[in-house]
């Protein structure tokens, strides 16, 4: 062993956490590796969270990218979960092991296209863990995300790692088109997977803005059916989580509709514990006194969180508009001649959304008919 060697096993010893789990699936023993959470913090999000910088809090380790470390893979059956999967499997799950497996097995059986998708998917996948590069990573999202939907289960009810896995897959989507580097690198490579998973995986997020959608999707699963979500703090997050990603999609009218939902909950929440501690303010030492102002503290500190992302959804708004006002009038400029009728059906069609053709187009009010005391009328 070389002293570059050396010094590169005791680099990654200091950098990596290693593990040996079970898979979930096939139940034999792969060794894991992820980054120490302590050496870095993920910097400057974007509206739906995806992290544009890492800082690290050690030298020489600028080399890694935490979010491509996330997925990891059995190399017995392949199948791929998130780190926190494989350490504790089904976790707040209302599903055993045992019906987890047999309706992968059942998938496969059922399906047997799905070994081409898998097998194109864990092609060439670097068996060194830490030296997974981007394709590969993406790579893996796509199969964590594959392995996940062949358990009905989970995509309509316990829908949280889906996702999960689906929104990280839009944000490396948004990495390769954001950087010329990535997008000259891995773009090419990229579109012949797709086009080739295309043939036995009709619904694959093949773009990040299918990706989001599918996130969008799965985590609103997870809001109305999941008993994941225990308590109104979780549920005020999954909210926030709901506006941001419509935030991105620009679904305004749904972004402010979860908003208003939290804070309503919130409110109450609030209130109940207020008047519950108004109840009880002779007794400031009773149990019922403290509880009541410890729910006034989380309430307190949920709508800051509220707060937060209503100022986020406020600027991107703004900007929206601006936006859509601007390509109205730029189609009704090119449409000169055609009835308002027309005009708000073509402007709709271009997704400008209802409110903001109300903006451009001048809505003529409909003229009163004159009534039997109108003489009255100053």
């Avoid at 010329?180 to 803005?209: F, G």
């Avoid at 503290?297 to 937060?308: H, Q, V």
Wanted: hydrophobic content about 35%; overall charge positive; charged content about 35%.
């Amino acid at each position: 062993m070389t002293i570059i060697d050396s010094e590169l096993k005791a680099r990654q010893k200091k950098t990596f956490v290693e593990t040996n789990e079970k898979c979930p699936v096939c139940e034999e023993f792969t060794k894991y590796k992820y980054i120490k959470p302590k050496l870095y913090m993920e910097q400057d999000q974007d509206v739906d969270l995806r992290p544009k910088k890492v800082k690290w809090f050690e030298k020489n380790l600028d080399s890694y990218n935490p979010r491509l470390l996330y997925i990891q893979h059995c190399t017995k059956c392949y199948f791929a979960a998130s780190n926190a999967f494989f350490k504790e499997p089904l976790k707040d799950y209302d599903m055993s092991m045992i019906r987890f497996k047999k309706k992968i097995n059942n998938f496969k059986s059922d399906n047997p296209k799905s070994e081409e998708v898998i097998k194109e998917l864990i092609q060439n996948i670097n068996p060194i863990f830490e030296e997974i590069n981007f394709f590969e990573s993406l790579k893996l999202h796509l199969l964590a995300i594959y392995n996940f939907q062949m358990v009905d289960d989970i995509a309509k009810r316990e829908a949280f790692e889906l996702g999960r896995y689906s929104l990280r897959l839009a944000w490396l989507y948004r990495d390769i088109y954001e950087n010329e580097e990535k997008k000259n690198s891995y773009a090419s490579n990229l579109e012949e997977l797709l086009k080739n998973l295309k043939k036995h995986w009709a619904d694959i997020p093949d773009n990040e803005d299918l990706a989001i959608k599918m996130a969008l999707n799965y985590y609103q699963t997870t809001y109305e059916s999941s008993r994941m979500i225990k308590s109104l703090y979780e549920e005020v997050l999954m909210l926030m989580l709901l506006t941001r990603l419509n935030v991105r999609l620009e679904n305004m009218t749904e972004a402010s509709r979860t908003i208003m939902i939290a804070k309503d909950k919130v409110r109450e929440y609030d209130n109940k514990a207020k008047a519950e501690q108004k109840k009880m303010s002779s007794q400031p030492d009773s149990e019922a006194y403290k509880k009541a102002s410890e729910v006034v503290g989380e309430a307190r500190k949920m709508n800051r969180i509220i707060d937060e992302v209503n100022n986020i959804f406020m600027d991107h708004r703004e900007q929206w508009i601006k936006k859509q006002i601007a390509l109205a009038k730029k189609i009704i400029e090119e449409n000169k001649g055609t009835s308002t009728a027309e005009i708000k059906e073509i402007l709709l069609k271009q997704g400008i959304d209802q409110t903001n053709i109300d903006r451009v187009i001048e809505v003529r009010p409909k003229k009163r008919r004159r009534g039997f005391f109108s003489f009255f009328r100053y």
